[in-house]
């Protein structure tokens, strides 16, 4: 590139490269950079649930587990003694899956954490990779994004049009412009992207100069803008992932404090928590990606309106979801274990069963993986 | 008696004829005034020159100073542009060189217009080349040398008009009209002294306008790279868009 410029080649050979070249080097580095992003996650989760954090963690799990265990045993014999002996042995199932789950610096569990995070996953390719009418999720997301990109890059250079007062040099960058938009435009464009790069087009469209600025340049503020809705929206995405470990690595202290006597068990309160993460994360991909669907289907885009939809208002409604499905989850379970306390020694037990059996096959189908 | 008295007349008429011819016989020993004559005038063509040499010196210096970073900066050839329309005088036509360097960036690569950086640049330095001839340490001699010749123009013509007044073998008329002279050289040289100074305060106020002209170039300039880099930044965080 260097050398070219230098003498004068680049006039024809390169004419108008430098922009595409520069565009598809930002295109391929970020795409590889989010793929990197994704790709250490998995990193993450074995790096935070084998390392040093989640032994200490799980050391102070025990100590919960050691502590709450002696109240457990006291208030078990307390029952044997009273001659409720079913709903005791059955009750002998916590403090063995506490001590299952928690020896061995909690490894059963960690190992647990990761399968039931690779189940959600799983959900999760299934839905991004479903092609709803010819485009999958995940393709209609990153097509809609990159012609969003490549439109503000067009709007960006065409802006500075605007200042030029000589009519000729005007001219020159407004057609400049055009041309570096065609050349770095993605391949395969939409309706809409085709639209915009119509628009700007004044030989096909017959416009004059001022119509092309007019139709093509956008306030700088609003530009900004939308990379802001933008970035907020990955830094959501991001930080649900986090959130998720960070609510992994929890796991110890809530089955350590499982045994507790008072209250809801802290374990499903924890594994509640752990899906509701986990929805968020499905409920975010879902509405992103039907919306991105949306406008490579209808073939017509606003790129504003798309920015607050996926940056700001679909965090704040898959947060709303997954709340509104975890804490419906929980009074479920909360009402179980109230209904069956207050009712007899049989529903008591026929819930406790319940219960026992529903976490024994979540845990065989995690384990089984 | 009648006779005599007509001889008389005509013996004093003729006498007085003879007076006269001698008198205007007489040769005029007129002498010869030094001019300065081919010295005074080479030396202001000298300086005329000099003038337009200063002002090319200052282009070439300023093409190697500032426009090779500037070619640089935008990958063009602008020197060709530049040497194309140069007049014979040295001094790049700015209005040529104006249209010659539009039509070497009409197709430019970069995604930042630099049309008119590059022409207002070049109009600067044209600008600031002219003001160089004068007001350059260089040039304030030339100007000091210009009121030098101009000043001993004066006073050799306020000489001559004072040897005149002191010749005899001449009419009052002429010696009124070398006063005259002597008078109006010295308005034309204060004139002269006029001129130069405006000379000088026109190309400061010159190079005050090329600093703003910079100035506002410069402002322009960084709203462009913002508008471009706004566009680069969106294009960088949409690229990294996937939902995972």
């Not at chain 1, 390719?125 to 890059?153: N, R």
């Not at chain 1, 350590?256 to 928590?273: C, D, N, R």
């Not at chain 2, 539009?102 to 950086?117: D, F, G, H, V, Y």
Request: aromatic share 6%; with cysteine.
């Amino acid at each position: 590139m260097e050398m070219l410029s230098r003498s004068f080649l680049w006039k024809n050979s390169l004419l108008f490269g430098a922009v595409q070249d520069q565009a598809s080097q930002i295109i391929n580095q970020s795409a590889q950079g989010s793929q990197f992003i994704s790709e250490s996650l998995d990193r993450l989760w074995d790096d935070v649930l084998s390392g040093g954090l989640y032994t200490a963690l799980a050391n102070l799990g025990i100590l919960f587990a050691v502590g709450t265990l002696l109240i457990f045993m006291v208030q078990w014999a307390k029952d044997l003694i009273d001659g409720e002996e079913v709903r005791s042995f059955s009750e002998l199932m916590w403090p063995i899956l506490v001590i299952c789950l928690l020896a061995n610096n909690a490894s059963l569990l960690s190992d647990s954490t990761k399968g039931m995070r690779s189940l959600i996953n799983q959900v999760n390719q299934t839905i991004l990779t479903q092609t709803a009418s010819s485009i999958s999720l995940q393709e209609a997301y990153q097509k809609v994004m990159l012609e969003i990109g490549s439109e503000d890059l067009a709007r960006g250079i065409l802006a500075q049009c605007a200042t030029k007062a000589d009519p000729l040099q005007q001219q020159d960058c407004v057609n400049n412009a055009v041309e570096q938009a065609k050349a770095s435009a993605p391949p395969n464009p939409s309706r809409s992207y085709q639209n915009f790069l119509d628009s700007l087009n004044p030989l096909q469209q017959g416009q004059n100069l001022v119509n092309t600025l007019q139709s093509g340049i956008q306030n700088t503020l609003v530009m900004s803008a939308r990379g802001l809705l933008i970035a907020f929206g990955m830094a959501f995405q991001w930080l649900v992932e986090i959130t998720w470990v960070l609510t992994a690595l929890l796991g110890p202290l809530a089955v350590g404090g499982t045994l507790l006597p008072v209250g809801q068990k802290a374990i499903f309160a924890w594994l509640i928590g752990f899906y509701s993460v986990g929805l968020v994360k499905l409920c975010l991909n879902i509405v992103t990606g039907l919306v991105a669907t949306l406008v490579v289907n209808a073939g017509d885009n606003d790129p504003m309106i798309f920015a607050f939809a996926v940056g700001l208002l679909a965090p704040i409604l898959s947060l709303a979801l997954a709340a509104g499905a975890g804490k419906a989850v929980f009074d479920a379970l909360q009402t179980v274990i109230r209904h069956g306390l207050l009712a007899g020694g049989k529903d008591v037990r026929r819930g406790a069963n319940a219960l026992g059996q529903v976490t024994g096959f979540v845990f065989s189908k995690i384990l089984g993986r | 008696m009648e006779h005599n008295k007509h001889f008389k007349k005509s013996a004093m008429v003729l006498g007085l004829a003879a007076m006269l011819l001698i008198a205007s016989a007489a040769p005029s020993r007129a002498v010869t005034i030094p001019m300065g004559g081919g010295d005074f005038f080479n030396g202001l063509l000298n300086q005329f020159l000099q003038y337009f040499e200063e002002a090319q010196r200052y282009i070439s210096q300023a093409i190697n100073d500032k426009i090779q970073p500037l070619e640089e900066s935008i990958n063009a050839d602008l020197q060709n542009a530049l040497g194309q329309a140069k007049g014979v005088l040295g001094i790049p036509d700015p209005i040529a060189t104006r249209k010659s360097v539009e039509e070497t960036l009409s197709n430019s690569a970069e995604p930042i217009n630099s049309q008119e950086r590059a022409t207002n640049e070049i109009d600067r330095q044209i600008t600031r080349a002219t003001a160089s001839a004068t007001l350059s340490q260089e040039g304030q001699q030339r100007t000091q040398e210009q009121l030098q010749i101009t000043k001993q123009a004066v006073e050799t013509v306020q000489q001559q008009a004072q040897i005149a007044q002191s010749d005899v073998v001449t009419q009052n008329v002429m010696k009124r009209i070398a006063a005259q002279n002597a008078e109006i050289s010295g308005v034309l040289g204060s004139m002269r002294q006029d001129m130069a100074q405006d000379a000088q305060r026109q190309e400061l106020a010159n190079v005050n306008l090329t600093n703003i002209s910079r100035g506002i170039d410069g402002q322009n300039q960084a709203a462009d790279s913002e508008r471009v880099s706004t566009g680069f930044g969106n294009l960088r965080i949409f690229s990294r868009a996937r939902l995972f």
